[in-house]
């Protein structure tokens, strides 16, 4: 049985593959302390890691793309919206239409910010921006996860999240790649809980005609 389907023009999950991306983003579970950590049961990070192939690409410009990088990715990704409730089959679609239309910039909107999603499993915490991504500008925000396989799961630590014009001082040039340490924003105090961003959430649900959050310094 195949989750997906890598035929040229035919790309995407298969009703196999449909079923268990939805299931699988439905048995996660979530321990909600200062640093939220979302668990994957083994059999759904796996599920997620093969749909993950749907993402790979060759660029042959750069060593940046490969499979565990997608994998991190999408974890990182479904992790996100888990916490912030976002429905499955909405889930589902915002990866399709990102299969079908491409990087918009950002993976996920909330509180009237766009949010780009940065994964790792690195222990030292560095997170990556490639120098070549012209759509970086269009991110308000990133949040950072740490992605750490762990016996019968695999656990997605939602470390915070910080405004992309504030962190920018703080990347270094590698000669590769841009990374920014977490230790780094923590220090310098730039690393907001992600709570803060879920309570923000709610109230836009709460109160449809509320369009703006409260402004914070540096958005």
């Known amino acids: 049985m195949s989750l997906i389907n890598e035929q040229p023009g035919k790309r995407g999950l298969t009703e196999e593959g449909k079923q268990a991306f939805e299931m699988g983003y439905e048995s996660l579970g979530t321990v909600d ?9 083994r059999q759904a ?6 749909i993950a192939r749907l993402r790979m690409k060759s660029w042959g410009s750069t060593s940046r793309w490969c499979a565990k990088a997608d994998e991190t990715g999408l974890i990182a990704e479904i992790a996100c919206q888990r916490y912030f409730d976002i429905p499955a089959d909405q889930a589902m679609a915002s990866f399709q ?3 079908e239309k491409g990087d918009r910039g950002h993976d996920i909107e909330i509180a009237g910010r766009k949010i780009d999603v940065k994964g790792t499993r690195g222990d030292a915490l560095r997170f990556k921006f490639s120098t070549r991504n012209r759509f970086a500008h269009l991110a308000d925000a ?4 740490y992605v750490q396989p762990s016996g019968m799961e695999t656990r997605a630590f939602l470390l915070g999240w ?6 920018r001082p703080y990347m270094h040039d590698d000669g590769v790649k841009l990374v920014v340490r977490v230790e780094t924003l923590r220090r310098q105090g730039l690393l907001k809980p992600v709570s803060l961003l879920k309570e923000q959430h709610n109230q ?5 005609t509320l369009q703006q959050p409260t402004t914070i310094k540096g958005n």
Do not use: K, S
């Not at 990133?142 to 996860?145: G, H, K, P, R």
């Not at 836009?204 to 449809?208: A, E, Q």
């Open 33 to 41: 302390t200062y640093q939220p950590v979302i668990r994957f049961p």
């Open 204 to 208: 836009t649900i709460l109160t449809p």
């Open 162 to 167: 910080a405004y992309r014009a504030e962190i």
């Open 142 to 145: 990133y949040l950072f996860t």
């Open 97 to 99: 239409n990102g299969l």
């Open 45 to 50: 990070a796996d599920d997620f890691c093969e």
